[in-house]
């Protein structure tokens, strides 16, 4: 007879987020469902960030007290990974549909950094390892078919789709970093740290760096577009070492 997973060697949010019921507990019925506490911790996030999503602030936007969200949710943990799979969503339900297996990574990627760029709450979520919710794990589903379909092994098809996901998360962090005015690579700063690092750079030994500086090249980002087209050829690179 097989021998059953203890459900407390899961994950915290793994078991509620697949699933709306509530947590078993003794006392009346529910009058919420864990969707709507997700909801209105997602609501909160967008206005406020993802400290906002606090269990308080979420009892108190419902009229519950903190102690009834624990009918729902089991612990900060758990809720926060209900939490950024629903910030996340579905992908666009035309993703799939972009092309050959480059131009649908190419669309998902850039998807991806959209709902970053509209949740930036999502990269403050703590990076606890691939896709194990719905939302997510559909994500992935759409880059395994898109890399499938062009000839991947299943192994090599997965491990792209998680160099594509980290790229996408990598990317929006740094474009989070460009919009903060204080960043050494952002467009306000760079000309004044161009000047005053180009002659310390040529002075003490530098002189790649300084020679990009002198030609307005540093600091300077390097675009999405750049990455996306090393980590396309990579796979591309791949898919032919596997058809020899």
């Given amino acids: 007879m097989p021998t059953q997973n203890d459900p407390r060697d899961l994950p ?14 003794r006392g009346p019925k529910p009058s919420h469902t ?37 009918r729902y949710v089991g612990s900060k943990d758990e809720l926060v990974v209900l939490l950024a799979d629903a910030g996340f969503g579905p992908p666009p339900a035309d993703l799939g549909a972009a092309g050959d297996w480059r131009a649908t990574v190419r669309a998902w990627t ?21 896709a194990v919710t719905p939302h997510r794990l559909r994500w992935t589903e759409l880059l395994l078919t898109a890399l499938d379909g ?10 792209c789709a998680r160099l594509v ?8 962090e740094r474009q989070r970093a460009l919009d903060d005015p204080h960043s050494a690579d952002a467009p306000e700063q760079a000309e004044e740290l161009r000047a005053f690092l180009q002659p310390l750079l040529a002075d003490r030994g530098y002189p790649r760096l300084a020679a990009l500086a002198a030609a307005g090249r540093y600091p300077a980002a390097t675009t999405v577009e750049f990455g996306l087209d090393r980590v ?13």
Avoid: C, K, Q
């Fill in 110 to 130: 850039h998807a991806a950094l959209e709902r970053y760029r509209s949740r930036p709450w999502l990269l403050d979520v703590p990076f606890r390892g691939g």
């Fill in 150 to 159: 062009a000839g991947l092994s299943d192994v090599d098809a997965l491990g």
């Fill in 12 to 25: 915290p949010g793994l078991r509620p987020a697949w699933s709306d019921a509530p947590r078993p507990r």
């Fill in 34 to 70: 864990v969707a709507a506490i997700v909801a209105a911790a997602v609501e909160l996030a967008d206005e406020e960030g993802l400290a906002a999503a606090s269990l308080p602030n979420i009892a108190a936007s419902l009229g519950l007290t903190t102690n009834a969200l624990y």
């Fill in 165 to 172: 996901t980290d790229f996408a998360r990598t990317a929006a």
């Fill in 232 to 244: 396309l050829d990579g796979i591309a690179g791949l898919l032919t070492g596997s058809r020899r």
